[in-house]
């Protein structure tokens, strides 16, 4: 079973070319709209911080001590730090600005993500439903709106618990290896890949009711496709209104990795058109069908 990060790549490419199919319109209308609002509310927030940003990355060019008399105490904190770092290692003051700037968007990108996925779960999980029966030619197992809106809300805050914890231990790691630079900015990376993994692999694992601790699973089955997939959503995410169409590209994305790649070449667990083995996979998804079981 191969694993190959391009793979994944590849995956999110396919998510936004089904976004263009017809039938497919209706289902990202909303979670766009979502988006959209969003990006401007955070967006203002984000600008609103620039100058604040600026006078810090200045404190790490600069020898000349940074003024945190108007400044908040956690920002007064990170000013002192970093002048004192500056001091002990000018030679690394360039480096740590553009880690600074690479985490200021990456930040932007997460959070972004973390709000529209749950204000959106519900309607990220039809598309999902709908782009499974667009590959498949069968919808995942019917279920009433209320149930599914109650379960993919408890969804996203079990995925959202699990972030929070792991990710504050991989702070504290970073933490304690800051001094390396390089191993905080893998880890980060590492960590925020694997997370947008989960996150949109999990709508149609959720969809079949397929458990939580199966979609971890099924995802180390085939980790560098799963990184893969994870870091080009995260990249995505980290730009300025192209993450307002991130979002549902990586739903369709998603659903089609996990049916095209993962289930079809090994997840032995319940499958499309409630198949409990892999079967088959169809050559041409708009043309032929995936066989009665």
């Known amino acids: 079973m191969t694993s190959n990060p391009a793979h994944g790549v590849h995956a999110l490419i396919r998510g936004a070319q089904l976004l263009t199919r017809k039938e497919l319109r209706p289902f990202i209308i909303m979670p766009l709209l979502i988006n959209l609002v969003l990006f401007i509310a955070l967006g203002a927030m984000m600008i609103s911080q620039f100058d604040d940003l600026g006078r810090y990355i200045s404190s790490l060019l600069s020898d000349t001590p940074v003024d945190t008399s108007d400044m908040s105490w956690w920002r007064a904190i990170l000013a002192k730090g970093a002048d004192w770092a500056a001091s002990v290692f000018q030679w690394l003051a360039w480096l740590i600005a553009i880690v600074v700037v690479l985490l200021f968007f990456f930040v932007y990108g997460y959070l972004f993500g973390i709000i529209t996925n749950i204000i959106a779960a519900p309607f990220n999980g039809f598309l999902a439903e709908k782009v499974e029966e667009l590959l498949t030619g069968h919808p995942p197992p019917p279920e009433s709106l209320g149930s599914m809106i109650f379960r993919t809300l408890g969804r996203e805050l079990r995925k959202l618990m699990y972030f929070i914890g792991w990710g504050l231990v991989i702070f504290v790691i970073a933490l304690l290896t800051s001094w390396t630079v390089f191993i905080p900015a893998i880890l980060g990376a590492l960590w925020g890949a694997w997370c947008m993994a989960i996150q949109y692999v999990d709508y149609p694992l959720d969809n079949h009711q397929r458990s939580f601790s199966e979609l971890k699973s099924v995802l180390m089955r085939k980790k560098f496709t799963t990184l893969g997939f994870g870091g ?7 730009v300025p209104i192209l993450n307002i169409f991130v ?11 996990w049916v095209e790649r993962i289930w079809a070449e090994g997840d032995p667990g319940q499958g499309p058109n409630g198949h409990s083995i892999p079967i088959e996979k169809p050559q041409d998804p708009a043309t032929k069908k995936w066989p009665q079981r």
């Open 232 to 238: 080009s959503v995260m990249l995505a995410k980290m």
């Open 247 to 257: 979002m549902p590209a990586a739903v369709a994305g998603g659903t089609a990795l």
